[in-house]
């Protein structure tokens, strides 16, 4: 029973074969003295083949700022990128911004490309009773490997 059960196995896998290159959602964090933290967390967007030894792959990377167990503001970076071959190039970078709580406003945002790296930069403010109380600007960078890893 054993061995047909392998069997099975090794002939579904090589069926129907898994793309174990795709990268999976990871998440980082980031605290803050105060309590508060940011999740940053890696979605795929989209992939698709362009030829026998690279690919192009549009992915984001989101960080979102935590207080009281609740989210204030996030701030997105999608990139488009190449990779293989031994290279990767990030091709256009793209900023989402914005805030979902009482309080908050996004003043600033824009998002850059260099070599193999998206970046997304927001400014938020912490407005209470008309006056600032707290600014925060935080950069999100999504980096590809040659190999396809994102970070």
Known sequence: MKKILSFIIILSLALFPIDVSAATSSDEIEYFS????????????????????????????????IHNNSVQWYVKVTGTFTYGSGTSKCTSSSVSAKSSADGWKIVNSSASKSKNTASATATAKHYY???????????????????????
Do not use: A, H, M, W
Request: glycine share 6%; aromatic share 10%.
């Open 34 to 65: 105060n309590g508060d933290y940011i999740i940053f967390t890696i979605e795929d967007e989209s992939s698709n083949s362009i030829q026998p030894y690279s690919k192009t792959v549009t992915k984001s990377k989101t960080g979102r700022y």
């Open 129 to 151: 009773n008309n006056s600032v109380i707290d600014t925060v600007t935080r950069t999100v960078k999504l980096t590809c490997s040659s190999t396809g890893k994102f970070s």
